[in-house]
């Protein structure tokens, strides 16, 4: 049972690059949702998924999309990279409204 | 956005020692959980709590629902070097519909050995 498992781990971007973060869940939850870390501001919710083929938009959703195309996969894709999107992301996943399930980040460097 | 405020930002304390820390909100909350952070990993969940006056234990962790429903609180007791970390206190924004979790910024940590 790995939980919610994060690929890559670490990725360095030149502006103006796109890549796109895989996210997947073994635990049979109705909702996804990724975060960004930065320092000194906690987690904040990019977007979020209530089930497979819906997505919703979080609190900074701009310059990022996202899919959920199969209920165990939700990935978040960056068009355009630019120097502000330099930040941990992390996914989570969840029954409905219940306690979040993290994995364990991805970071990127936006150069 | 809304945000909850987290106290205090940081700690250091020697080991052996008690921890408190503390989190409110701007608006009632029907949910609250506490999380750790160890470097590199991601949040672990410590403690959910879902009634105003709750009070819950995980060990020598234990985690209160303010009765006013915007406030909740965490103690760890005789504080062991492993306790070093980042704690975040998260809400979810919301009494109803679904819950988009909003998080504090975080109460980092130290232990001296």
């Known amino acids: 049972n790995a939980g919610v498992t994060q690929t890559p781990k670490f990725r360095v971007l030149k502006t103006g690059q796109s890549m796109t973060l895989l996210c997947a869940q073994d635990m049979n939850h109705e909702y996804m949702y990724w975060y960004r870390q930065d320092p000194g501001m906690g987690l904040r919710l990019i977007h979020y998924?209530?089930?497979?083929?819906?997505?919703a938009k979080g609190e900074v959703p701009d310059g990022y999309n996202v899919s959920r195309l199969k209920k165990q996969n939700f990935l978040l894709g960056l068009e355009s990279a630019a120097p502000s999107q330099t930040s941990v992301y992390f996914c989570?996943?969840?029954?409905?409204?219940?306690?979040?399930?993290f994995g364990n980040g991805t970071r990127l460097t936006v150069t | 956005g809304q945000q909850l405020n987290q106290s205090p930002q940081s700690m250091f304390i020697q080991e052996g020692e008690d921890v408190s820390m503390n989190c409110t909100s701007s608006s009632i909350f029907n949910t609250w959980l506490w999380y750790k952070q160890d470097p590199g990993e991601g949040p672990v969940l410590l403690i959910a709590l879902y009634k105003a006056g709750e009070l819950t234990s995980n060990g020598r962790l234990t985690a209160q629902f303010g009765i006013t429903r915007k406030d909740s609180f965490l103690n760890i007791s005789a504080s062991i070097p492993s306790d070093v970390g980042i704690y975040f206190c998260?809400?979810?924004?919301?009494?109803?519909?679904?819950?988009?979790?909003?998080f504090g910024t975080g109460t980092r940590l130290k232990v001296l050995a």
């Open positions: 998260a809400g979810p924004g919301t009494t109803s519909g679904t819950y988009k979790y909003i």
């Open positions: 998924s209530v089930g497979e083929g819906t997505t």
């Open positions: 989570a996943s969840s029954y409905r409204n219940g306690p979040l399930h």
